[in-house]
């Protein structure tokens, strides 16, 4: 799985961060996402993918055929 974020799009609500914290932060000057960890593990790809679904700006992008496809 890779992780982007279209930063045009993402309004800093800040759910990603609280379903995924190991992936996403908000940065300090705008709370606008940033990622952490663009190829996540595994057991990680779950919480990653509700994040991309509850995000109310649909900024966080998943390519689910890069690397591990676990």
Request: charged share 30%.
């Amino acid at each position: 799985m890779l992780v982007q974020i279209d930063q045009e799009l993402c309004c800093g609500a800040g759910s990603c961060v609280r379903t995924a914290p190991e992936v996403f932060d908000q940065r300090d000057e705008d709370g606008l996402v940033l990622v952490i960890d663009e190829k996540p593990p595994a057991h990680l790809h779950d919480a990653v993918r509700e994040a991309a679904d509850i995000c109310p700006a649909a900024a966080i992008l998943l390519d689910e055929q890069d690397g591990d496809l676990g």
